[in-house]
Structure formats: C-alpha cells, structure tokens
C-alpha cells in the first residue's frame, strides 16, 4: 500500500476533492455561524478525521511489529476512570543484558523482573483527537530493541483544556515511577517522546524538568527529576506558536481551531498560555539530549522542527536531528515516521533507537 506522505491539512489545500477537504470545507461553511461562537463542531469534525488517518497508518506499522516476544499491559489507568488517563506499556519477554540487569532464569525459562531503560510516548492529534492505541505496533518494535515502552492517552480538547493534558502527562509519568518495579521500569533511565502535538507536549514536560523557572511559571511540580530524564525524541512537532502565522490555508485554519478549543481562546496568539506551550523560548543549556526530526513536504518543518533543533544547538544541548535537503524524493509529510513501507521511515526508526542506546547506556 503506498502510504500517505503529507498531512490531512495539507492534503487539503491540493484537493478539496479529498475527505479532509469536504470536511474542512463543511466545517467552515456549513458551520460559520457557530464556528464564529465556538470552535467545537469544528474541532470534532477534525478529529474524526484525523481518526480514520491515525488508524489506517497503525494498519500500515502492523506488519513491521513483532507478533510475538512483546509482554504488555494495556489499558491501564494511571488517573481517574473515564478521563482519558489511561496508558499501555511493552516489554520484551528477552531481557537485554547490561551490566547492572539480570539475564533470563534459564531453569524455569521466565525473565527476571529486570528493569529496562523506559520510552515514554505521548501521541498526536493537535491537542483534539489521538489515541495511545494507535501507536501500539510502534511501540511494539522498540520494545523488541530491549526497552520498556509505554504510550499515554490524556485529556483533550474541546471537552478538556489547557493545561489538563499537561498535569495528566506529569501524573502519569509520578505513576510510573511509583510503579517502577511492578513494571519493568528503570526511573534513573526514562527517555519521553511524541509526535505532532505529542511532541508539544514531550518538549513542555521536558523544559519543566530542566528549569525549574519554567515549571514554576506554568505552575507544574514535575514528577521526574532531570537525572532521571536522559532524553526527548520530538517527531514532527510545534514548538513556537508565533510561527504558525506563517501558515495559510487549511493548515493554518485547522492549526488555530485546533488551539482554540485546546486553550479556550479565540485570540489565543498572545497569551501566557500561548508563550508557554512555545518551548523555543525556554530552551537552557540543561534541556536534555533531544533528537528531533520533521519531513521536508511537512509544513511544519521548516518554522518548527527546524527552528528548534537551531535554538536547541545554540544553546549548547546535545542535538541528534534528522532531516531531508527540500527537494528530496518522495516528499516526506507530516508524521512520515510512522509510514515504514519508506526507506526513509525505517531510517528514522533506527536512528531513534541508536539514540536511545546511546543516552540511557549506564
């Protein structure tokens, strides 16, 4: 199957022929008289279309995740029932042998509870729509790399907001190392990850941990502590919300909708809340080692993923980027990573581990 290359926003603005362009377009004309008043039919009509995406690319990973060897947990909830709290979590059922782990019990041929090195993934979906089930067989493979994985669900919007996702990421990630041991989770070697919105989220969590000016002006007490947190994989994310006026189009319309139903305001551009979720600007020397990647056909590459790996270098952290000169063939869209059918994407995928390997090595 040839896999989707760009965005559904910016499929859009080349065809309103396609299924997001008939849905961006209702949701502008059909609904103009409520979306002047509220973003949230907007918002849903969005989401369900970024559902029927996120699922046909967790088909496309399917056939590349191990079908056996992988002991998970899923559905588990880290926070109140029913609030989208929940998280699935992946272990090999070989255990990678470092110095300070225990080897399989070869008498009665079950691994010894060894704590690994742990992969945190917080998944997209511009703040409104995205599951933690879609990632599974993604989380799969990196498990089978000798790591603990685990993907979260939290709280969206429209029917939660700012900063509800944010203070259930940080109770999720106290969970976890409460559950240490239970789990198969080394908390001196956590790694947090995200793609799109995800990684918004993974770079926020990131700069509270390694500022502790920056938590206490978003008013978060974090649950790791920077020794415990050895590093952050941002996949195609937002980091600096001024840049999305550089936008047009259905990019921009679904970008700002988006925002607006995840921080509820209209003119959200210039507000703290706005200037916090924009990491760019709270990049110190301490942000822990980032590797950070983005296609070329992505729109947001260029004023995002770009920009911050440069921001992140500039202020001396330890960078591992990955991106494709502009007029490389195929383009790569927004999310690419998660499109293995492409050399590109398997690359991606190995050079995430090679950098997982390198900063939780003892």
């Not at 990973?61 to 588990?76: N, Q, R, W």
């Not at 507000?271 to 916090?276: H, I, K, V």
């Amino acid at each position: 199957m040839q896999p989707e290359s760009h965005s559904v926003f910016s499929r859009a603005l080349r065809s309103p022929r396609t299924v997001t362009g008939t849905v961006a377009l209702a949701a502008l004309a059909g609904t103009a008289l409520h979306a002047a008043l509220s973003p949230r039919i907007s918002a849903l009509l969005i989401r369900a279309v970024f559902t029927r995406s996120a699922q046909r690319t967790a088909a496309e990973m399917h056939p590349y995740a191990p079908a056996t060897g992988i002991a998970e947990l899923l559905d588990l909830n880290y926070g109140v029932a029913g609030s989208g709290a929940s998280l699935d979590l992946f272990t090999p059922q070989a255990v990678r042998v470092d110095d300070d782990t225990t080897a399989t019990n070869e008498s009665d041929g079950e691994a010894a509870p060894t704590a690994l090195p742990t992969l945190v993934w917080i998944h997209g979906g511009a703040w409104i729509s995205g599951t933690r089930v879609d990632l599974r067989p993604y989380l799969r493979i990196l498990a089978s790399r000798g790591y603990t994985t685990v993907g979260l669900s939290y709280p969206i919007a429209p029917e939660q907001r700012y900063p509800d996702s944010l203070a259930a990421l940080n109770d999720a990630l106290g969970y976890l190392v409460d559950n240490a041991a239970e789990l198969r989770i080394d908390p001196t070697r956590i790694v947090l990850a995200g793609d799109s919105a995800g990684a918004q989220l993974a770079s926020q969590l990131t700069a509270a941990v390694t500022s502790e000016h920056y938590a206490r002006s978003i008013q978060l007490v974090p649950a790791l502590t920077a020794e415990q947190l050895k590093g952050v994989v941002l996949q195609c994310g937002i980091y600096d919300l001024d840049a999305l006026s550089e936008l047009s189009g259905v990019t921009s319309w679904g970008l700002k909708t988006a925002l607006w139903a995840y921080l509820g305001i209209k003119d959200w551009d210039a507000t703290p809340e706005a200037r916090a979720m924009s990491t760019i600007h709270s990049v110190t020397g301490s942000f822990t080692p980032t590797f950070i990647s983005g296609g070329n056909g992505d729109p947001l590459t260029p004023t995002q993923s770009r920009r911050m790996a440069e921001r992140l270098k500039s202020a001396g952290v330890d960078v591992t980027e990955l991106f494709w000169p502009d007029d490389h063939t195929p383009a790569l869209g927004h999310e690419y990573q998660f499109h293995l059918d492409l050399p590109e994407a398997r690359d991606a995928l190995e050079q995430t581990v090679q950098f997982l390997d390198r900063v939780t090595t003892p």
